[in-house]
Structure formats: structure tokens, C-alpha cells
């Protein structure tokens, strides 16, 4: 398949997985998220960054859907790929592909779907309160319930008629973000990495919370 071809030319190694990971993190360079250093060191035994500054120990992982991961980062990476390049992926099929267990696979495409939510919600509408159904216009209304008959459809498709109500509302998420990154799977996989850092994090990250203390040589000229 074409698209796996892809990923091997993306992604080679562990060292290829780490190197995106930081790229997609810290696009200007690593920043310290307690003090805003810049300055740092790696801890290769580990692969942890220890701030110049203060000393506080970061993972390339931490913070992200993959907090806290014991799988290799490529194991992520494949999943990552194959739910954001478009195709259905189902537990059972990652398992088969990747040699893990049923349970681990549920749960790493649970994360998954979970970034995809955090992804597509937006923060800063969290004030507007939904309409109740009897108010709403029935222009909007007949929306919806094309989107909910067009959801309904997919999960059908992809998943069979026996969902439970819980994982419903996943594959709901699921639909959502498939419908909207559908054209683009490389913006899609770095939405994915992102969105499940939370916002003061990634404020933090990139110098905004803080002032970002100059270098002397600006000072003295
Ligand atoms: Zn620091």
C-alpha cells in the first residue's frame, strides 16, 4: 500500500519518531515549561530534556496523548498514521498488525479518538450555550440531523450494528474529525500530536506566560 510506504520514508526509526515529536512540540526550539529556558541538555540514557535552568526534567511524551507510554513510539506513530491518513482502524485490526494485545490497542485508539475531541472543540465557544430543541431554527435543526443520520452511517459502515453507547459517542468524535481532516493526513497527524496538550502548557511553551529573559550580549549594546 502506498500510504505505508509513506510511513516508512517518515518515519525509519525511533530516532525519526522523536525528532517529529520534537518539531511538532517546539517549532521555535525547546522551552522549558516550568521557568521558559531555552537552554538544555539530553539525558540520552533516558531521552528526557533537563532544563539549564532549573533543572526540571521534560519527555519528549509528556503532556501529549502518549503521556506516561511504555509502547515503543513508533507502535503510536503507526496508529497515528493510520487513523489520520483516513482509513478505518479498528482495535482488532491494530492488534493483528502490530502484535499486541487486544486490550492495549483499545485503549491506545480510545486516547486517539479522545485527541480527535479535544482537536475539534474549541475553547473560547465554551460560553454559548445550545439552544433547546424547540428553539432552535429549522434550518439548524435539519443540519444536525443530517450530520447525526451521516455519523450514524459511518459508524455503521466501519464498525457494524453492534455499538455499545459508549463507544458511540468515540466513534461520533471519530466521524467528526475524519469529515473535517479528511484531505490533509500530515495536518491531521500534528493536530492529533497537539491537541491533547493542554492549553497554559502550550501557552508556556512558547514564551507567552512568561516574560523570555534576553541574552546578555543584546543587553550591553
Ligand atoms: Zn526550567
Keep these: 500500500m502506498a500510504s505505508i510506504r509513506k510511513f516508512m520514508a517518515l ?9 517529529y515529536l520534537f518539531a511538532a512540540r517546539w517549532p521555535r526550539g ?11 541538555c539530553l539525558i540520552k540514557t533516558r ?41 478505518p482502524c479498528s482495535a482488532r485490526k491494530l492488534a493483528r498488525t502490530l502484535r499486541i494485545q487486544q486490550r492495549t490497542a483499545d485503549r491506545l485508539l480510545r486516547k486517539i479518538r479522545l485527541a480527535m475531541h479535544k482537536s475539534e472543540r474549541i475553547p473560547m465557544l465554551d460560553f454559548w450555550r445550545r439552544e433547546k430543541r424547540s428553539e432552535q431554527l429549522p434550518i439548524v435543526r435539519r443540519a444536525m440531523l443530517l450530520m447525526y443520520r451521516k455519523a450514524r452511517a459511518f459508524i455503521r459502515k466501519y464498525y457494524g450494528k453492534r455499538v455499545s453507547k459508549w463507544n458511540r459517542l468515540y466513534y461520533y468524535y ?23 496538550c493542554t492549553t497554559i502548557y502550550t501557552l508556556n511553551e512558547y514564551g507567552m506566560l512568561r516574560e523570555r529573559r534576553l541574552p546578555t550580549s543584546s543587553i550591553t549594546t
Design 11 to 19: 518515519f525509519p526509526d525511533e530516532q525519526a519518531c522523536r525528532d
Design 30 to 40: 525547546f522551552i522549558c515549561t516550568k521557568c521558559g529556558e531555552m537552554r538544555y
Design 47 to 87: 531521552n528526557v530534556y533537563e532544563c539549564a535552568n532549573c533543572k526540571t526534567q521534560t519527555s519528549i511524551t509528556s503532556n501529549t496523548l502518549m503521556h506516561r507510554t511504555k509502547l515503543p513510539l513508533r507502535y503510536w506513530m503507526v496508529a497515528l498514521y493510520w487513523v489520520a491518513s483516513g482509513f
Design 174 to 196: 471519530e466521524y467528526r474529525f475524519r469529515s473535517s481532516n479528511d484531505c490533509n493526513p500530515i495536518a491531521a497527524l500534528s493536530k492529533l500530536i497537539l491537541s491533547a
